[in-house]
């Protein structure tokens, strides 16, 4: 999927051809693309750094080993490894302050995971790690909670919203009996799609009239 870089003067995009995966930084005035190269394996684009000066992406080696790597833009400095294992990674948005980047992660048993890196120390956390899908996360934009697609399989995809400080990591823990968490609907949005899908939070109730008030395009979204 083609990224924009924050400043809207690059875009990233990954090719194909003949299996062979490249990966390539278009300058969206000029229309000039410059390759950052290829791989035989698979590459996939993820984030921007939040000044769009460095790249976030991941590969596969020939052994099928993932691995997300960080790297300038212009190419100035080499590509460094953020973090490596044997399943699917990708790195999916970096935080404000650039210190964090989220990452996506496929297991057997959970299926997608997110987990969390502090690109400073290199350490990983685990935010979610239920049995279903949790996909298309993003940080807010002051870096306190982040969103998200919540699909168990076969189920109801629900966009949750999260604390990133205190996630819920299992599927116990969204469990309202248990955690004194809140999983319900707020309402229905539209948000342009051709079937909505239920917007629900996992907000202490306390918090719940302190979050920002949603908005997607003409539809509003409000706490209920």
């Not at 051809?17 to 693309?33: E, K, P, R």
């Not at 590509?79 to 302050?97: F, G, H, L, R, W």
């Not at 079937?195 to 719940?208: F, L, Y």
């Amino acid at each position: 999927m083609p990224t924009l870089s924050p400043d809207g003067r690059s875009l990233a995009i990954v090719t194909t051809v003949n299996g062979t995966y490249a990966l390539h930084i278009i300058d969206t005035v000029s229309g000039m693309a410059t390759s950052h190269g290829s791989v035989d394996t698979a590459e996939y684009m993820g984030a921007w750094s939040p000044d769009s000066q460095d790249l976030f992406w991941s590969y596969a080696d020939d052994a099928g080993r993932y691995s997300i790597v960080r790297q300038r833009a212009d190419r100035t400095d080499n590509v460094t490894v953020i973090y490596s294992e044997d399943n699917y990674v990708v790195p999916k948005d970096v935080s404000a302050d650039g210190n964090r980047l989220l990452i996506s992660a496929f297991r057997d048993s959970t299926f997608w995971d997110t987990l969390e890196v502090e690109l400073a120390t290199g350490e990983v956390r685990v935010l979610l790690n239920s049995t279903a899908n949790e996909l298309g996360i993003n940080y807010s934009p002051d870096g306190n909670w982040f969103s998200y697609t919540h699909q168990p399989i076969g189920g109801i995809r629900n966009l949750r919203i999260a604390d990133a400080a205190t996630p819920q990591p299992s599927e116990a823990a969204m469990d309202p009996a248990r955690s004194g968490m809140v999983d319900k609907p707020i309402k229905t949005a539209v948000c342009g799609m051709a079937s909505p899908i239920n917007v629900v939070t996992s907000i202490p109730w306390k918090a719940r009239h302190d979050f920002p008030r949603l908005k997607c395009r003409a539809s509003h979204i409000h706490h209920s």
